[in-house]
C-alpha cells in the first residue's frame, strides 16, 4: 500500500516543484539517465521524478530516483539532477528548493513516506560524498560496510537489521 507524500513538500514549493512516480521512466528520464549512467533506465521498480514548471507553464524534469523492492527492503539508485533545469530555474526557485534541501533530498523524503508501508528499510549504495551527505540528511545512515546505506524507517529488532544488511550486501553495488 502507498501513502500519500505529497505533505513531504513543503507548500512555498508545490507552485513550481511537485514529485511523482511514473510507470515507464524512459519518456521522461531516459535522456538523463542515459546521459548520467550510459544506459537507459531501469524498465522495473518504482520511477520517482521531480518535475519543474517553469515561468512559461512548462515541465522540466529536475530529478529522478529508481526504488526497487528486494524481498522486505527497497534498494534506491540511478538517482540523479538534471543541472540544465536547475539551471534554468528562476533563482529565488533555485534558492528555495537549495533551502528545503535540494532536488535529491526532497525525492529520498518523499520515496520514504510513499513506501514506508512497502518495506522494512530503505538501501542505498553511495560512494560519492556530497551524495552521502545529502543522502544522510535525508535519513539514510551508514550500514557498517563501504558504501552501503541504510534508511531504517521503522523499528526492527538488531538481529533482523543485521539479517537484512547481510542480505543487501550479498548483492554488492545496485
Known sequence: M?????????????????????????????DLFQKKFAAPP?????HLAALYRDPEGGLRVAGYSHMRAFGDVYLSGGSCSNGDTIRRMEHAHRDAIHAAG??????????FERYADCCDAFFGHCGDARALAVATEAGFIGAGHPYLIVNWHKPLHENIQRALIAKVQALGPF
Not at 12 to 28: K, N, Q
Open 42 to 46: 531501469p524498465d522495473v521498480g518504482r
Open 2 to 30: 502507498h501513502r500519500s507524500a505529497l505533505h513531504t513538500i513543503p507548500e512555498s514549493l508545490r507552485p513550481f516543484l511537485t514529485i511523482t512516480e511514473v510507470d515507464d521512466a524512459r519518456l521522461l528520464v531516459g
Open 102 to 111: 535540494g532536488i535529491w533530498y526532497l525525492i529520498l523524503k518523499y520515496a
